[in-house]
Each structure stands twice: as C-alpha cells, then as structure tokens.
C-alpha cells in the first residue's frame, strides 16, 4: 500500500486549502485513512480520520473548521480546511490503516501566516 499526498501550501490566516491523499495497492473493503500533523518540536496528533463504516473523528481543534471526506471509487481521502489559523501549521500526513497494515504518506507542509 503506498500514499501520494498532495494540496499543501502556504495561506494567511482565514484562508483555506484542501489536502488529497490516493491510495494504491492491495487495499481492504473496510480500512480507516486519516490525517495527522506534527508541528515543529511537538508530537504527531490526530485531525480527523474516517473508516468505511464512514465512522468520523475530528480534533476539538479543528471541528467546525476541517472536513473529512472520501471518494472510495477513486480511493482518496480529502481534507477541506478552512478559516486557516497559524497554529495549524504543521507538515500534514496521510494514513491509511486495515486489519493488516498501517501506512503514512510522506507529509505536506501546511504553512498559514498571520
């Protein structure tokens, strides 16, 4: 399984950007893909993850704010981001998980300036 992101960038605060994520390879009807970040000296922490059972997850930080979606025929995940802050700055990583695997993408830096 192998993940290409694409989408980041840099926006002022209030901007929006939205991140995709394909997924190719041997893939599982029921899985979970999601979005992480990790911001510069911080931990990974999760922003939001839906499965095929389209169970959803946001961080309190970002509900109201992102969006998750899926188009399970193209096999991509999207992150709708608005009303970008400057503590969403963070190098933004794609998952993707099922019973056997659990797999990143490379990251995509998400830069908002004040």
């Known amino acids: 399984v192998q993940l290409v992101e694409s989408g980041g960038g840099m926006v002022q605060a209030g901007g929006s950007l939205r991140l995709s994520c394909v997924v190719s390879?041997?893939?599982?009807?029921?899985?979970?893909m999601g979005w992480y970040r990790q911001a510069p000296g911080k931990q990974r922490e999760l922003v939001a993850t839906k499965s095929t059972a389209r169970t959803i997850n946001y961080a309190d930080s970002v509900k109201g704010r992102f969006t998750i979606s899926r188009d399970n025929a193209k096999n991509t995940a999207y992150l709708q981001m608005n009303d970008l802050k400057p503590e969403d700055t963070a190098i933004y990583y794609c998952?993707?998980?099922?019973?056997?695997?659990?797999?990143w993408g490379q990251g995509t830096q998400v830069t908002v300036s004040s």
């Open positions: 390879g041997s893939i599982f009807s029921i899985n979970s």
């Open positions: 998952n993707y998980r099922d019973r056997l695997v659990d797999v």
